[in-house]
């Protein structure tokens, strides 16, 4: 094909995967096999991971064509390993039909009824582990994030928010967001077969907690409680949406894994760039603690609350435009296309290259300064990509950003925060852009806080 995009699809059979899998051992992650072909290549190259053509692009008109999506000639595809892990019946692989019943049920857990429950929620659960700082003391941010995001999530999800059964969920979820990049091969103690056990292992528990529920007529204020009543309902009434159990606990685990490992990660960077920024630092802390003047001692955060705080929404977004947590976002060509003057063949996948996007000068001003200020202008279309965007744009957005500011707030109005290692290597086997030292910080309370917490 003469129009075909540059690139190379290495080895017969083997594609590339190789160097692929080699840029996931390497310091520098699994992104830089991407970028090093951007740089060789342009703004859109082709080559073969895992038996797959994969086209990576990364121009705001080509994110804009692929995400929107209205030719209709692309879908969402994950690769065939993380599909197992998380389950046919998940969001992440529903078909476009059946995606919008998902979305419209799972789209209970983030009305703002129950976002607002959630914030006062999480802010408690952060008041609580910031206590336990000491004067200094080196705190890892990424520990303590995943913690705290990860007993928010599940108490929201499914009530769980202490004890042995919790320790072990998260031990499982973690061995399944490490298998998600493995080789799918399941011979006995690889990587892949060791997340296929844990994935076992929280489909039976969730089955334990729903039949508990169903059977023992025990009750809790969640989403899982919410799921359940609406299957109930929906024997009265036939058009009621609902979905079947298989559907319940893939989506529970599903959001499991999308929003507690990407916030903590998200959680981590930002502290990192503020504590690498003591300009954007002040500009914040003035701002908090003005904030915290306003609202009794005491007191958790509200919804409300959230939307007063303009530099700090700021700085949540410049902290995940530069992280790129997720960095790209995979989809099936459906027909033949033509892209960028390239010509895409049915069966490919194409991925928006998010962090490219990010870090592009023509899209963003230096673009590797850390400047929340550069959102005081409405930003260019598609060129903040870190929720994605269109049908599939991310469902736990305004959780997701719930729980940063949140942070944020009890952070920079308690603590000053000094960081010991500024390495910014990114964890192995990651799925998601996550510091390897998870930012080890020096905390000191600050002298006269005026938000005890
Ligand atoms: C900072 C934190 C987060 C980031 C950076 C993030 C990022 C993203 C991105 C980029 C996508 C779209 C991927 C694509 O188009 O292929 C996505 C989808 C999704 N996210 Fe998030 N996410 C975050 C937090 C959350 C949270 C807290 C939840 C829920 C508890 C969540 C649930 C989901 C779900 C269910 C989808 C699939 C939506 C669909 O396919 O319709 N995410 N996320």
């Known amino acids: 094909m003469s129009d075909a995009p540059p690139g190379s699809c290495g080895l017969p059979l083997l594609g590339e995967t190789v160097q692929f899998m080699a840029a996931i051992h390497r310091g520098r992650g699994f992104y830089d096999f991407v970028q090093s072909r951007r740089l060789r290549y342009g703004n859109c190259f082709k080559t073969n991971i895992f038996g797959i053509t994969q086209v990576f692009l990364s121009s705001t008109a080509s994110a804009k064509m692929i995400l929107n ?7 969402k595809r994950y690769i065939r390993s993380i599909a197992e892990l998380v389950g046919d019946h998940s969001i992440l692989c529903a078909s476009q039909q059946h995606h919008k019943l998902l979305r419209t049920c799972l789209g209970n857990l983030f009305s703002t009824a129950s976002l607002s429950k ?12 910031l206590e336990g ?8 941010i990424l520990n303590e994030a995943l913690e705290i995001t990860f007993k928010a999530i599940c108490g929201i999800l499914i009530g769980l928010e202490d004890g042995d059964e919790l320790k072990t969920l998260q ?13 799918p091969l399941r011979l006995p103690w690889t990587r892949f077969r060791r997340g296929l056990q844990a994935r076992e292992r929280i489909m039976r ?3 334990t907690i729903t039949s508990e529920r169903r059977h023992r007529g025990i009750s809790q204020d969640d989403f899982l409680q919410h799921l359940l009543a609406l299957i ?22 599903t959001m499991i894994i999308a929003g507690q490992d990407t916030t903590a990660s998200a959680i981590t960077w930002m502290v990192k760039y503020l504590g690498e920024n003591q300009k954007a630092l002040d500009i914040l802390r003035a701002e908090q603690l003005h904030f915290a003047k306003r609202i009794s001692p005491g007191s958790r955060l509200s919804l409300e609350d959230l939307s007063q705080m303009p530099y700090a929404s700021k700085v949540v977004k410049e902290s995940l435009r530069m992280a790129s947590i997720v960095p790209w976002f995979p989809r099936l060509v459906l027909q033949d296309s033509k892209i960028e003057g390239y010509q895409l063949k049915r069966g490919w996948t194409v991925n928006v290259d998010a962090r490219s996007i990010h870090l592009d000068p023509s899209v963003h001003t230096n673009p590797h300064e850390f400047n929340p200020s550069r959102f005081d202008d409405e930003s260019k279309p598609y060129s903040f990509l870190a929720f994605g965007m269109g049908a ?16 944020l707030h ?28 998870g930012c080890p910080v020096m905390v000191k309370r600050l002298a006269d806080h005026t938000t005890p917490v």
């Open 69 to 75: 999506n209205e030719s209709g000639k692309f879908t």
């Open 118 to 129: 959630f914030t006062r929620q999480f802010d408690e659960s952060v008041v609580q582990s």
């Open 133 to 140: 700082w000491g004067d200094g003391d080196i705190v890892i």
């Open 171 to 183: 031990k499982d979820i973690d061995c399944i967001c490490k298998a998600m990049l493995a080789l």
């Open 205 to 207: 528990t969730l089955e």
């Open 232 to 253: 109930e309902k929906a024997y009265c009434d036939v058009d009621l949406p609902r979905l079947t159990d298989g559907e319940i606990k893939d989506n529970i685990l």
């Open 392 to 407: 599939r744009t991310c469902l736990g957005t305004n959780m997701a950003r719930a729980m940063m500011l949140v942070f």
């Open 410 to 437: 009890r952070l920079v109005t308690s603590y000053e925060w000094e960081v010991m290692d500024s390495d910014s290597t990114l964890e192995k086997w990651a799925m998601f852009s996550r510091l390897k030292n």
